[in-house]
C-alpha cells in the first residue's frame, strides 16, 4: 500500500505522540527519581516477527533503540517456545546478555493483537533502583560475574492472559532491598503499557491496521534511505581512533577501545578490531549493547534521522569474538555505561577525520555512579543512587553545552532538592568546576563540582563507579583536552582518593564526613589561538577559567588584549 506524504506525516506523529505519552505515563508514576526524575527509561512499538524498533518515543533513552531490539526478540523466543503468546500477557526480564545494557534496567514486554492478529509489541524499560545483588544500588565495580552484580531475571510470564502471575512478583519484591520502590515501578510499567493499548486501539479503529502498517514499513524505508543519503554525501576512506577505560574495576592495566571507520559509497563500517578482550570487571557489554551503543552515536552524527531500526540497515558492524564489546553470561555488565560513553568516543574521533564539519569533541565520558547507602535509626534502609554531569564537547559552531547529562540519553540529573529530601545528605556544593573545559576556537563545556555530606548518625557506606580519572576527554581540529575525573572521600580529618582511580567499594562514612566529585569537562575544536579574546575575557569574568590558565592556553593574543 502507498501512502501520501500528509498521511504518513500525521502517523508518524500519532505513533510517535503513543510512546511519548507511555513514556509520559511512567514518569509520573514511578517511585524512584532515577526513573521519575531522571527519566531514565524508554517505551516503544516493535515489529510482530524480527522484534526491530519501529518507534520510540522523544524522552526515553536512545540507547534501548537498538537494545530492545534485541529484548523483545527474546520474549518473542520465548514465547515461541510456550505455544505463542496471547491477548494481555506480559513477560518481564532483566538478563543484560539477551536484551542488553545491565541488570538494573528492568524489562516488560506485552503482545498487542488487532482482531485476533498479533499486530505488534509493547515495551516499557525503566531503571529500577535496587535489584539485590552486593552493592546497595547494583553498581559494583569489584564485581566478576553478574550474580554479584544483582538477581538475574531470564523472561518470564508476568501478567498470564490478564491475570497478574503472583508468585513470580513474590520473587521479584523478594530480591530488593527497596520492594515498595520497586513495585511503584512495575506498576508503573503495566500502567504505560496498558495505555498503549489503549491509544493503538483508537489509532487502528480510525485508520485501520493495514495502513498503519504500511506508514510503519515506511518510515523505516525513509531512515535507510536518509542515512544512505547522508553517507553519499561523505567521502570515501578508512579513518581509525582508540582511547582507553582507566581499568575494569579489579586489575589496573588501562583497556583500549579501538574503531576503524570506513565509508564506501552508501554504506558505512564500523570495526571494532583491536578492542581489549573480556575482562574480570564490569565494563564488558553484551553484543546487543554495542550494536545500540552504534546507533546512538550515528543519530548525534546525523540528527536529523527518525528513531527506528532502519537506521542501522546501511551499517556494518565487526565486533570481535572473546571481545570487552561482546561479553556472554554471566561476564559482569553492570558498568556498561562507562564502555559505551567511551565506544562513542571514539566514533566521534573516527568522524571528526572523515568529516571534520561534522565533528563532536569528547564530552566528560562517564555517568559517575554514586551510590551512598545505609540504615536509619528505625531500622529502615535507605539507598541513595544517582549520576551525575560534566561538560560536552564542542563543534565547529558553538561552545561545548556546561554541566549537561551523557551523550547516551534523554535523561536528566536528579535535582538537589528531591536528593536531599529523600535521603539523609546535604549537598554542601553543587557547582560549575572552573578551569576544567578543553581549551579551542570553541571551549568546551565545564564540568562540575558536588560535595555530598552524610547526615545520618547511623552512617552509610558508598560506592563509586566512574572513568576518566587517567584519560582526559579528548578534544578534536586541534581542539585541546579536558581536564580528567576526580573522587575524593573524607575519612577522619584526611581525603582519600580510591587505589584505582574511578572505582571503589565500601567506602565507610559517619555523620558530617564527605565525599567529593569534580566531573571533567569536554574537548575543544579549532586551535586555541583562533578563539576570539573577547570570548576569552568572558570566560575569565565569569570564573569559567582563571586568568593565569587562560594565559597558559590562549597564547598571545589573549596577553595583549588583556594587557
Keep these: 500500500m502507498s501512502l501520501d506524504p500528509i498521511t504518513l506525516a500525521v502517523l508518524a506523529g500519532r505513533m510517535e505522540q503513543i510512546a511519548d505519552e507511555?513514556?509520559?505515563?511512567?514518569?509520573?508514576?514511578?517511585?524512584?527519581?532515577?526513573?521519575?526524575?531522571?527519566?531514565?527509561?524508554?517505551?516503544?512499538?516493535?515489529?510482530?516477527?524480527?522484534?526491530?524498533?519501529l518507534v520510540q518515543g522523544k524522552t526515553g533513552l536512545p540507547i534501548f533503540v537498538g537494545v530492545m531490539a534485541f529484548a523483545v526478540k527474546a520474549v518473542i523466543d520465548k514465547a515461541a517456545e510456550q505455544g505463542g503468546p496471547q491477548p494481555g500477557d506480559v513477560w518481564i526480564f532483566n538478563d543484560a546478555h539477551m536484551g542488553g545494557t545491565h541488570l538494573s534496567d528492568m524489562r516488560l514486554v506485552r503482545p498487542y493483537f488487532r482482531e485476533g492478529e498479533l499486530f505488534c509489541w509493547l515495551a516499557s524499560v525503566g531503571h529500577w533502583h535496587d535489584v539485590g545483588g552486593a552493592v546497595p544500588g547494583n553498581y559494583n565495580p569489584a564485581a566478576t560475574e553478574a550474580f554479584q552484580e544483582a538477581v538475574v531475571i531470564p523472561p518470564v510470564r508476568l501478567v498470564r492472559g490478564g491475570e497478574l502471575q503472583s508468585d513470580v512478583l513474590d520473587i521479584l519484591m523478594r530480591n530488593t532491598r527497596l520492594p515498595m520502590s520497586a513495585e511503584g515501578d512495575l506498576n508503573g510499567q503495566l500502567g504505560a503499557l496498558d495505555l498503549g493499548v489503549k491509544r493503538l486501539d483508537a489509532l487502528l479503529d480510525e485508520y485501520g491496521p493495514e495502513t498503519v502498517q504500511a506508514a510503519l514499513a515506511a518510515l523505516g524505508d525513509r531512515a535507510e534511505t536518509l542515512l544512505r543519503q547522508e553517507v553519499a554525501a561523505l567521502p570515501d576512506g578508512r579513518w581509525e581512533a582508540e582511547d582507553f577505560l582507566d581499568n575494569d574495576g579489579i586489575a589496573p592495566e588501562a583497556l583500549p577501545i579501538r574503531v576503524a571507520l570506513e565509508i564506501e559509497g552508501e554504506r558505512l563500517r564500523l570495526d571494532f578490531a583491536g578492542t581489549a578482550g573480556g575482562v574480570a570487571g564490569p565494563i564488558n557489554i553484551a553484543r546487543p549493547t554495542a550494536i545500540a551503543c552504534v546507533y546512538v552515536a550515528i543519530k548525534h552524527l546525523f540528527p536529523s534521522l527518525p528513531a527506528n531500526a532502519g537506521v542501522l540497515r546501511p551499517i556494518d558492524i565487526a565486533i570481535p569474538e572473546d571481545c570487552l564489546l561482546s561479553a556472554e553470561f554471566p561476564t559482569p555488565t553492570g558498568g556498561y555505561t562507562e564502555t559505551i560513553l567511551r565506544m562513542i568516543d571514539v566514533i566521534f574521533l573516527a568522524a571528526a577525520e572523515a568529516a571534520p564539519e561534522r565533528a563532536i569533541a569528547n564530552a566528560y565520558g562517564t555517568i559517575n555512579a554514586l551510590s551512598i547507602a545505609g540504615k536509619r535509626r528505625?531500622?529502615?534502609?535507605?539507598?541513595?543512587?544517582?549520576?551525575?554531569?560534566?561538560?560536552?564537547?564542542?563543534?565547529?559552531?558553538?561552545?561545548?553545552?556546561?554541566?549537561?547529562?551523557?551523550?547516551?540519553?534523554?535523561?536528566?540529573?536528579?535535582?538537589?532538592?528531591?536528593l536531599e529530601s529523600a535521603y539523609p545528605v546535604a549537598f554542601r556544593q553543587w557547582a560549575l568546576r572552573p578551569d576544567s573545559a578543553g581549551a579551542g576556537a570553541h571551549r568546551g563545556g565545564l564540568g562540575a563540582i558536588y560535595e555530598i555530606e552524610v547526615l545520618e548518625e547511623m552512617g552509610a557506606e558508598a560506592f563509586f563507579f566512574g572513568e576518566r580519572g587517567?584519560?582526559?576527554?579528548?578534544?578534536?581540529?586541534?581542539?585541546?583536552?579536558?581536564?580528567?575525573?576526580?573522587?575524593?572521600?573524607?575519612?577522619?580529618?584526611?581525603?582519600?582518593?580510591?587505589?584505582?582511580?574511578?572505582?571503589?567499594?565500601?567506602?565507610?562514612?559517619?555523620?558530617?564526613?564527605?565525599?567529593?566529585?569534580?566531573?571533567?569537562?569536554?574537548?575543544g575544536y579549532g586551535p586555541p589561538g583562533d578563539r576570539p579574546a573577547k570570548a576569552v575575557a568572558r570566560d575569565v569574568a565569569q570564573g569559567y577559567i582563571a586568568a593565569d590558565e587562560a594565559d597558559a592556553a590562549y597564547g598571545a593574543a589573549w596577553r595583549e588584549a588583556r594587557a
Design 22 to 53: 507511555m513514556d509520559a505515563t511512567l514518569f509520573r508514576a514511578a517511585f524512584n527519581p532515577i526513573i521519575a526524575e531522571a527519566h531514565d527509561a524508554s517505551h516503544g512499538l516493535y515489529h510482530a516477527e524480527t522484534g526491530e524498533t
Design 378 to 418: 528505625d531500622g529502615g534502609r535507605w539507598v541513595m543512587f544517582s549520576f551525575y554531569g560534566g561538560g560536552h564537547g564542542a563543534t565547529r559552531d558553538s561552545d561545548g553545552l556546561n554541566h549537561g547529562n551523557a551523550p547516551i540519553s534523554m535523561a536528566t540529573i536528579p535535582p538537589v532538592e528531591i
Design 470 to 523: 587517567r584519560f582526559s576527554p579528548k578534544g578534536v581540529a586541534g581542539g585541546g583536552d579536558a581536564a580528567r575525573n576526580r573522587f575524593t572521600f573524607q575519612q577522619g580529618d584526611a581525603w582519600e582518593a580510591p587505589p584505582l582511580v574511578s572505582k571503589m567499594v565500601g567506602i565507610k562514612l559517619k555523620q558530617g564526613e564527605r565525599v567529593r566529585l569534580e566531573t571533567p569537562g569536554g574537548g
